[in-house]
């Protein structure tokens, strides 16, 4: 019924950025929070940004000052604008949107298939 469509990761050099898109589609009544997510090689997944549907915005500490989140509620989209890149930034980074659904109007928790950022030295 929802589905999240990640796009925008790849290979940069450090000091580098790249620009992550998550697009929302299907039966969607209403967007609440929607997040960044990502995990390592033998790490567990971290929260890296999130943002409210009024565009209130947190960020973990390890990315303050080089990422910004933002999110177009007209397309259903979430962005990650990622600045100057680390190699300790290399990751998978995963969208995650708290999504109402029109069949049920209930909000459930989706997430996005995943995509790829590595940040080389």
């Known amino acids: 019924q929802v589905q999240l469509v990640e796009s925008g990761g790849g290979l940069v050099q450090a000091g580098g950025s790249l620009r992550l898109s998550c697009a929302a589609s299907g039966s969607i009544f209403s967007i609440n929070a929607m997040g960044w997510y990502r995990q390592a090689p033998g790490k567990q997944r971290e929260l890296v940004a999130s943002?409210?549907?009024?565009?209130?915005?947190n960020y973990a500490d390890s990315v303050k000052g080089r990422f910004t989140i933002s999110r177009d509620n007209a397309k259903n989209t979430v962005y990650l604008q990622m600045n100057s890149l680390k190699p300790e930034d290399t990751a998978v980074y995963y969208c995650?949107?708290?999504?109402?659904?029109?069949?049920?109007?209930?909000?459930?928790?989706?997430w996005g298939q995943g995509t790829q950022v590595t940040v080389s030295s």
């Open positions: 943002i409210t549907s009024g565009g209130s915005t």
């Open positions: 995650q949107g708290s999504i109402g659904v029109v069949t049920t109007t209930k909000f459930y928790r989706y």
